[in-house]
């Protein structure tokens, strides 16, 4: 799969070893920004990856920050992205499951790297169910 993936400053860390994670699964990754711990304004970082995604130039892709709040509105803004915003497997699942999320958003204050590690696999694993759900989204992505 082909992924996206972006932060600010305060997601950077995350980003690396998520970046690392990634690509030890077998997945393309293209790295959005930022790239150092400098502070940054995180739209100028987040809005290319769910561009991206939005465009179809990638299948999915990953947002950090500190909490994960904001880089979530800012992915949501862009017309064809569902990013969800997950603090832990269970959430992480179910934005996938019910709610075919196509970005995900991890905020790094938040939780320990490895719960964002698991985060981010079961996202990948998790299939989008379907049913009474789909054509309303596919409505709304139109």
Known sequence: MKIAIGSDHA???????IKELLTSLGHEVVDKGTYSEEPVDYPLFIRPVAEAVAAGDVERG?????????EAMMANRIKGVRCGLCWNEESAQLCRKHNDANVISIGERMMTQET????IKIWLDTPFEGGRHVARIQELDA
């Open 11 to 17: 997601g950077f860390r995350y980003k690396e070893a």
């Open 62 to 70: 990953v947002v950090l920050g500190g909490s994960g709040n904001g």
């Open 116 to 119: 964002a590690l698991n985060i």
